[in-house]
């Protein structure tokens, strides 16, 4: 019903930049609420930032709010992920998450990306 195809990971030194891309497809696009999420070695999946497709509304997690920017191509069915100033600490698996008509403060996602890996050395 929802395909979730997200990419952009690589590796990068400490404060360098990456931007994830999320491609979603299938029906009632419009209805879905964006996000991302990830999961570092030896710890729960966390939340990480959430968008309607307008833009008008998004959330972060405290620990990436004035580093990582969450936007949408609504046209091209796209949200991108800008991650600046990245720390060791932001090493994890990146996943694309999708919820039907939910919210940005309390998602709970109904669909996944197969994730794309995020690896900052020091």
């Known amino acids: 019903q929802v395909q979730l195809v997200d990419s952009g990971g690589g590796v990068v030194h400490t404060g360098g930049s990456l931007r994830l891309s999320c491609v979603a497809s299938g029906r009632a696009i419009d209805d879905l609420t964006m996000a991302w999420f990830r999961q570092a070695p030896g710890k729960e999946r966390e939340f990480v930032a959430s968008t309607t497709w307008s833009g008008q509304r998004t959330d972060y997690t405290n620990s990436v709010r004035f580093r990582f920017t969450i936007s949408t191509d609504k046209a091209r069915s796209t949200v991108y992920l800008q991650m600046n100033d990245l720390k060791p600490e932001d090493t994890a698996v990146y996943y694309c998450?999708?919820?039907?008509?939910?919210?940005?403060?309390?998602?709970?996602?109904?669909?996944w990306g197969q994730g794309t890996q995020v690896t900052v050395s020091s």
């Open positions: 998450a999708a919820q039907r008509l939910g919210s940005v403060y309390n998602l709970r996602p109904n669909y």
